[in-house]
């Protein structure tokens, strides 16, 4: 079979199927509330953490100097 000529068993091949099965669901899934947030004007969780961390002055412009 292919598998073997890859030099890959079929468990091996079933698990890294399965693992990417899971990331590319989360990402698809994340991707879709981060959209959902913008069409209603909220801010998504990810820029929500970003602005957080900016206002405490870790990513301020002032500290640098």
């Not at 099965?21 to 970003?50: C, P, S």
């Not at 900016?54 to 100097?65: K, L, V």
Request: aromatic content about 10%; hydrophobic content about 45%.
């Amino acid at each position: 079979m292919i598998w073997n000529e890859l030099g890959i068993s079929g468990g091996t091949a079933l698990i890294v199927l399965c693992a990417l099965y899971f990331v590319i669901k989360w990402a698809v899934r994340n991707g879709i509330r981060e959209a959902h947030a913008r069409i209603n004007g909220e801010k998504g969780r990810l820029r929500r953490l970003w602005e957080g961390f900016a206002q405490e002055g870790g990513a301020s412009e002032e500290a640098a100097e």
